[in-house]
Every structure is written in C-alpha cells, then in structure tokens.
C-alpha cells in the first residue's frame, strides 16, 4: 500500500527596493520602476520514501549557479534532500539577478567605457550582492514550504487555454525558397504560415487538506511570460494578473506558474497585431532597443488571466472528486549527456574576423550602441562554441522524472521548441504529463530540424547549445525513463 503525503507552501516576494539589471533582451535594460511585484512559490510534497520541492521563480531563467548555493546551504535541513529540489522560471523578461553573460563578455571584448552608455543608479543592486539577495530568497522559501508540511492530497487534470502563439512565421522568398521570422510581419503579402506548431494544453496540479479544501494549485502553460518583455521595469508578466484572478476565484491559495515546452511561443497573436505594429515588428525584431508597441499590454494580460483562471475553474470541477492521498510517489533523477551543435573552423575564424573588425569601431569617444550589440551576438556564438568544441563536444544536463499517481512531471534546462514536448506527451504511458522547461538550469534554445532550415533568431549557433540530434536523444531519454515508472508498476502487479 502507497503511504500517505504531506504538502506544504509557501511564497516570498523576491521584489527588490532597488534597481536591477533586466535579462532577456540583447540590449540593456535597468528598471526604472516595479510595473508589479514578481515571487518565488514553493511546493514540497513528501512521504516517508520519497520527497520533491518545486521553486518557481518570476525570473527570465535559473542558473545553475544559484542552484549550486542554495542546494549547499539546504542539504540536510530537516531532512531535506537537496538534489531533489527543482527549480523552475517562469521566463519573465522583466527581472533577474544572475547577470548578463553576453553583457560580460562584450565588456572583456571592449571595456566598460566603450559599452553603450547607460544611466547607472548609485543604489544598483548587481554583481554578488544582487546572487546573495536571491539566494537568502530561497532559501527561506523553500525552508518555509518544508517546515510547514501537513497531510493532505493531490489531483491532477489538463485544460485548455489559449496563451501562446507560434513566434515564427514563415515567408515566401521566390522559387520555393523560404525563410521564417522571429516577430516577422505577417501583414505582408509573402506571408505563407507558421513555422511549427502551437500548444493550448494546461496541465494543473491541486493540493488538498485534509477536509478537501484547496490549498493552492500548480499551473504549467507552454508560453513564456512576455508580454511586458521590450521594457524597462520589472514585472511578473501575465503571471501576476493570473495569480491575482484565480485567487479572487478560490481565495487565499498558493499559485505555482511554470513554463512548459515553449521555445518557439509568445503570448502574442502575431496574426492580429502585426496589422497595427508594422513598423514596431521590425524594432522588435532588431533586439536593439526599447520598443512601444501598439498594443494594451495589461488589457492582453488581463485576458490572458482570465483564460487561464477559466481553465483552472473548470479542472476544479474535476480534481476535487479525484483526490489521491496516498499516490504513487518516485522521483528520480537521470543524467543525460547530449551532442552540442558544432560549428566549423571556417565559420570560426570568419567570426573571429567579424568580432575584431568591430570591436575596433568603437573607443570612449565612440561607444558602442544597441545595435552594435546585435551584431556582435552571432560572431561572438559561433566564437564561443568553436572554444566550447575544442574542451567538449557533448553538455551533460540533468532531468528530473517524477511519477505522482497517474501523472509524471519531467524536466529540462532548456527553451524547448514545443514539437518536442508534443513528442514525449503523446508517447508518455502517464494519463497526464508536465513538462517544466528553463528548470535545474538555463541551457538556451533547443530548436527543431525545420527551424534550423527556417534560419533566424532561436536557431542560430549563438542561441543554440544543442540541436535537432540531440532534441531527439533528449525526448527519446524522458519518454523512455517515464515508462519505465509505468513498466515497473506492470510487472509489480502480474
């Protein structure tokens, strides 16, 4: 017989009362303001065998780095195993305090007195001092959420909502060649389609008390939070206004937003935008500043909570009448090693060229500016990974696959192209399957075949540790690995 579990919650605002660095844009960002406060969520959910802890964070990703310092700091804690804690961002672009690594690498390159110019606030919070106030963050989240177990029970359902939108169209270039656009213009007339797929499934985890009243639920929607993303003040994104509207639905609960499989998604329909923001879908693309678009981001917000709250109402209906108190519980944790995407010696040295014929342009008297950055961004991949090739032609990363009752979460470090997670959802012997994409680290892109074909940003080397080749051994591994758990249960019961 499966033992009982215990859940517990808990929720911190990492908001900070100073100006920070914002990461998700090529060119630089300092907040001048909070929009709306951005959290870290914890769940920790254990029996006497088997323990789990979810950290979602409002942040644009999750470095190992910081897993690294707070994984020290709690192994052993009351218990706690630390290697299963996992770690989640919600993939906002209007917060972080990990830092830039492009940022840092152009000013190695150049200095910082040949940077584009920025107005630095004397109270930034940046370097050590901005890792240390996350890490005290979770920190104390996570030791909240453990410490405040109780028994209690889960269910799970899946719904449907619309929130993300496939990013890259694909375009007509005359005798039958094509080429897709990362927020291309799909006004135009050479407009032909959408270059992968798009995904409405939310997958919903609810806690219970013992007298089965809802404590909080899990929300994994395949689209990453950004709609606010172009600009300069932190902000939760659409994960704020749909914490905000399930709570006025179901009262003080916990709300845990995570991404799925979302690589190629946006939370904007560029079908019915691009009309109005023609020009401004050519800044956008540019990446190399702020940009105001012709759109009402907190209306588009707001409508995006209501759909998602409208999903997580109607699996109410269904989770309360299928409480499981005493689920089926594994949680194991599974090295995979993949091939990186190899670049040539060719492109090596042409990049190198490329990087030293601009870095001379630009001195004190000529700094650089966001444009410039943009141009660097493609030499300087291909740069980096021909040295990344010479040490190392494989990336080691870990997943997490974990069975609760009839559904299994799985992880992965990357922005992964939502193909993919269509692959290991319609292959998973689970009835329901999460997955939690940007988690236990932060590897970059992991673009398709046809999105290598398709060419742009999100496909290029720069963006991409790992391809197509090592996308199949990486669904290929959790597919197998999450069937095993099903196996298993098989065999116990013949």
């Known amino acids: 017989m499966q033992k009982k579990i215990s859940i517990g919650w808990a929720s911190v605002s990492i908001t900070p009362d100073r100006p920070i660095y914002l990461y998700g844009q090529l060119y630089y960002r300092i907040s001048k303001y909070v929009h709306d406060p951005i959290t870290a969520t914890a769940l920790a959910i254990s029996n006497d065998d088997e323990q789990l802890i979810f950290l979602s964070a409002d942040m644009a990703c999750m470095p190992l780095e910081l897993i690294i310092d707070v994984r020290q700091a709690l192994n052993g804690f009351e218990g706690i195993d630390s290697t299963k804690i996992v770690f989640s961002a919600t993939h906002t672009h209007n917060s972080d305090f990990a830092g830039d690594p492009l940022r840092d690498q152009i000013v190695n390159l150049v200095g910082k007195e040949c940077i584009p110019e920025m107005e630095i606030p004397a109270n930034l919070l940046d370097g050590e001092e901005a890792r240390y106030f996350i890490v005290e963050k979770f920190i104390t989240v996570i030791k909240d959420a453990w410490t405040s177990r109780v028994p209690g029970g889960i269910s799970f359902t899946q719904d449907y909502a619309v929130v993300g939108f496939n990013r890259r169209p694909q375009f007509d270039l005359g005798n039958g060649v094509t080429e897709s656009k990362m927020y291309g213009d799909c006004s135009k007339d050479n407009f032909l389609r959408f270059e992968g797929s798009m995904d409405h499934t939310i997958d919903m985890l609810y806690t219970w008390d013992l007298e089965r009243k809802l404590t909080g639920v899990l929300v994994d929607v395949p689209c990453p939070s950004q709609v606010m993303e172009l600009h300069c003040f932190i902000s939760a994104d659409y994960w704020h206004y749909t914490r905000r509207e399930i709570c006025e639905r179901f009262g003080s609960i916990y709300v845990l937003g995570v991404c799925g499989a979302a690589g190629d998604q946006n939370p904007l329909d560029l079908i019915r935008i691009s009309k109005d923001n023609k020009n401004e879908l050519v800044a956008w693309n540019a990446q190399a500043g702020e940009v105001f678009r012709n759109i009402d981001m907190g209306r588009e917000c707001e409508n995006i909570a209501s759909r998602i709250a409208d999903a997580v109402s109607r699996g109410y209906r269904n989770a309360i009448n299928t409480i499981e108190m005493r689920p089926i519980f594994h949680h194991k944790i599974k090295a995979i090693s993949l091939p990186i995407r190899m670049v040539t010696e060719t492109d090596y040295k042409e990049s190198e060229a490329k990087v030293e014929s601009i870095i001379i342009e630009f001195s004190p008297q000529h700094r650089m500016q966001g444009?410039?950055?943009?141009?660097?961004?493609?030499?300087?991949?291909?740069?980096?990974?021909?040295?990344?090739?010479?040490?190392?032609?494989?990336?080691g990363i870990q997943s997490s696959i974990i069975r609760l009752g009839i559904s299994v979460i799985c992880t992965n470090p990357f922005e992964l192209f939502v193909e993919y997670g269509m692959r290991i959802r319609a292959r998973s012997k689970a009835k329901q399957t999460f997955i939690?994409?940007?988690?236990?680290?932060?590897?970059?892109?992991?673009?398709?075949?046809?999105?290598?074909?398709?060419?742009?940003?999100?496909?290029?080397?720069?963006?991409?540790?790992?391809?197509?080749?090592?996308?199949?051994?990486?669904?290929e591994t959790i597919i197998k690995e999450i069937n095993q758990l099903w196996e298993q249960e098989e065999n116990n019961a013949l």
Not at 377 to 384: A, D
Not at 441 to 450: A, I, R
């Open 371 to 395: 444009k410039d950055l943009v141009r660097l961004f493609e030499p300087l991949g291909i740069v980096s990974r021909w040295k990344h090739q010479q040490q190392s032609q494989t990336i």
């Open 436 to 475: 939690f994409q940007l988690t236990n680290g932060c590897e970059g892109y992991l673009p398709t075949k046809s999105a290598l074909e398709g060419g742009s940003y999100s496909s290029k080397p720069a963006s991409t540790l790992v391809g197509p080749e090592g996308g199949k051994i990486l669904t």
